[in-house]
């Protein structure tokens, strides 16, 4: 079936073009054994992160829902030195755990990991007045995906890249029945995209071990 041939190709993929990488081996068995939810990107999808990421040389960046830290220890890599990665997670044990991660993967230094529900968060950023992040991942609870898009052109500057992810849902984006608030707020998101003149974006569908969905992709124009 389709599903299978997905997890096959995306394992014929990260067998030629992913290293084994102990580090990250060892995250993905401890959110396990932590007893996390299974919604890190895959191995292929983190390192198109971090490969974007150092397309644009980002500096700062700024991921909004952590988990485990699989994710946040893929775009910290991409960093060089001096650079720095804020991420927000708002559930205690998901943050314990990725803490844990962040520091087997050598990355604290790097990595400023804040607890707490993100959008409390990011007021207090304005407050302490944190400087503007060159690339920013959307990844935590999609119905507020549209308030993470304000968030996230306020902590921008010209050249930003914005992406955000899961908005394709298995298609059900295009279901007008479907009135699930992460599909809704996936929806909203959409729309704030296309009314908003200072982002340009576009979004890709894709399938593999996690399934059909895709990601919004947008640069910061001004
Ligand atoms: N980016 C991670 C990765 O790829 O490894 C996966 C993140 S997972 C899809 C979403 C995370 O957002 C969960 O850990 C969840 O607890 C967190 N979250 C949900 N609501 C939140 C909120 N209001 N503020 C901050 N984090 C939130």
């Known amino acids: 079936n389709l599903t299978n041939t997905w997890n096959m190709v995306d394992q014929y993929i990260i067998e030629r073009l992913i290293p084994h990488d102990s580090v990250l081996e060892q995250v993905l068995a401890a959110n396990q054994q932590a007893g996390l939810p299974p919604y890190d990107v895959s191995p292929n999808q983190g390192k198109l992160l971090n490969l974007f990421a150092q397309m644009q040389g980002s500096q700062r960046i700024l991921e909004i829902g952590t988990l485990g830290g699989y994710s946040t220890i893929w775009l910290a890599r991409a960093l060089p030195l001096g650079g720095q990665l804020v991420t927000l997670e ?19 230094d790097i990595v400023d990991l804040r607890v707490g529900d993100a959008l ?38 010209p050249g930003t890249v914005i992406i955000g992810d899961n908005v394709i849902r298995d298609g059900e984006v295009i279901n007008e029945n479907n009135q699930d608030p992460r599909v809704e707020g996936v929806r909203k998101f959409y729309d704030l995209l ?29």
């Open 120 to 157: 409390d968060q990011l007021a207090q950023m304005d407050f302490e007045g944190v400087a503007p992040f060159d690339f920013i991942f959307i990844d935590a609870d999609k119905p507020n995906n549209p308030n993470y898009l304000k968030w996230a052109l306020h902590f921008s500057h």
């Open 90 to 108: 708002l559930d205690p044990v998901h943050a314990q755990v990725a803490k844990a991660n962040i520091s087997l993967a050598q990355l604290d």
């Open 194 to 222: 296309a009314d908003e003149s200072r982002i340009t974006a576009t979004a890709i569908q894709t399938v593999g071990s996690k399934g059909y969905d895709g990601f919004v992709l947008g640069i910061v124009t001004s």
